[in-house]
């Protein structure tokens, strides 16, 4: 099996290094290049998102709430909290019936420095439409309230809109219902564990799929990539970069999943360490392999800061970076 | 070669693990315990402090400008910023008629995350000698004072400071001062690469040292234990806790050494991907082992959130945490 590495560097030298596992899959779940573990069963995480959105569109609750390509790109979104993020999570809300304190998740320091570092400064206290999920869960309390759910644990096993999302999770990935590993996420919302492979397969689908409410929320992610992350992260830089040739979305503790829809391709793949910071090295140098092999375009211009983010000493100064080592292999 | 891993456990699943390299030697480099590879070449970064601060000591300085057992325990540390450190620092500077703009090291936020938000809510503008080696770069103007060499560049490499620190750096670890890998630290010093194992001896050498220099640098270190880190952090807690059994010392991206005098033994781990929150769980499953195999006393008391830190969701629920599997083998 390929090894690919994520190696940080100090002076010219090797200090620490993050090991990877990648499955590159087709729509009819072949495996097409891998690293590491393709196999590998670890959390989905947010990376999920997409997915967990779908009965959200599916089942008439978007439309009923009038939730446009923005209101879906943000319930696919692990988002900065930017004031933007926040406004439009409230307005879903709104639109549902609901309130910020039906909310199952907790706040927390914006992803973006400089968003949390303001908020700090101006002495906010931080609420739920702080979480960076708080697009998605907003979509999920909008498809109780459509179904007439009791609201009440929305986000936890068990309750209705968590049994209808597994359902979906299930036939994206191919994978038996009970196959699903169930575990609570940051953001107390159930998240979904299984293979590599799979997850990269129901990416693959979600690229080229005329279901149309993967349509629906495949072109508002495209349409509105500074709503799926925000300022400066890597899911927005990257969208807008590729000019709708991947789609793609970072889950926590390293992984992260892209469709590449011209190759009928999708990726996923896990910083074994869960290093957040290897993710996006990692996933730039799979999608520009796989585009080479492919013979695919992918514009790239801009995104160097991703491909090989430097680091520095504590006066600004560039003391190595996090650069990719090893290769993907063909199955 | 035993493999020894923190993992990272989420609703009773791993779903991240990171890998350790350990060496555990004799103060007469015998290898007495490993995991991974105890012949890992990494950078020391501030698991040397102990030995970058020899010469000060050693030179006379510490004794010219009336460093006693806080300051020399100021020179060892990573500290967090703290009111005391920050004070402490500016004090050595003024004793040896240094000013604050002379240091080397850029300024960070702090290590503790209270004392950094306090500063951000106040808006105080950091300067150099919140930078956590603040206490070391004191050390080293000093010296360079006491010498009569122009303090200009004394934290690059090929200034009189650095290369009487690399002297006592090849004496204590046994390598030809050529064999030790130069880079820059995150401060600007000068960090050596080398392997665990020379990383160990050093330690174990430095635990039951009769040199006048190293004993009260030692005897510092275990009577300031909250000046080598501060509130809350796992050197300070540790040796607070261990009572005189151990002198520990943490370095950026997940190292962590330590001298067991009663045992004559040293220990130095790496944390491959360098991840700062695995090194304390793992230096205390090293160190719990060891004791138990040389029957010595090593009193826990109180240190269970640093042997397997929990993790929380974004309601403060605990969701999992960083545990030790695997395990040492006898070399």
């Known amino acids: 099996m390929s090894t690919f590495v994520i190696e940080s560097t100090r002076s010219g030298f090797v200090e620490s290094f993050h090991v990877v596992s990648v499955a590159v899959v087709s729509a009819e779940s072949t495996l097409v290049a891998a690293a590491g573990d393709p196999d590998r069963v670890t959390f989905w995480r947010s990376a999920a998102k997409p997915f967990q959105s779908l009965p959200l569109v599916q089942d008439g609750a978007a439309d009923r709430y009038g939730f446009g390509p923005r209101e879906l790109a943000l319930a696919c979104a692990s988002h900065s909290s930017e004031p933007v ?33 303001e908020a700090l400064r101006a002495g906010v206290a931080l609420t739920p439409r702080w979480n960076n999920c708080s697009g998605k869960h907003a979509g999920m309390l909008a498809l109780a309230r459509h179904h007439g759910w009791d609201p009440t644990g929305y986000a936890s096993a068990g309750h209705p809109v968590q049994e209808r999302i597994q359902d979906e999770i299930a036939k994206w990935t191919g994978l038996p219902r009970d196959a699903l590993v169930k575990g609570v996420d940051g953001c107390l919302a159930v998240c979904f564990g299984l293979p590599l492979r799979a997850m990269a397969t129901a990416w693959a689908r979600f690229g080229i799929s005329e279901d149309p409410a993967a349509r629906r929320l495949r072109e508002a992610m495209l349409a509105h990539p500074d709503l799926v992350a925000g300022k400066g992260r890597a899911c927005t830089d990257l969208m807008t970069a590729f000019q709708g040739e991947a789609v793609v979305k970072i889950g926590a503790e390293g992984v992260y999943c892209a469709a590449l829809p011209r190759a009928r391709l999708g990726v996923a793949l896990k910083v074994e360490d869960g290093d957040a910071r290897c993710a996006a090295p990692a996933l730039l140098t799979v999608l520009r392999f796989v585009a080479e092999q492919q013979g695919i375009p992918l514009p790239m211009t801009g995104l160097e800061h991703h491909a090989e983010p430097r680091l520095f000493n504590t006066r600004g100064e560039v003391v190595g970076s996090l650069r990719t080592a090893g290769s993907l292999g063909f199955a």
Do not use: Y
């Open 85 to 117: 993020h926040r406004a439009l999570a409230m307005q879903m809300l709104r639109a549902s019936g609901c309130e910020e304190n039906q909310l199952a998740c907790g706040p927390h320091p914006s992803l973006s420095q400089a968003v949390a570092e």
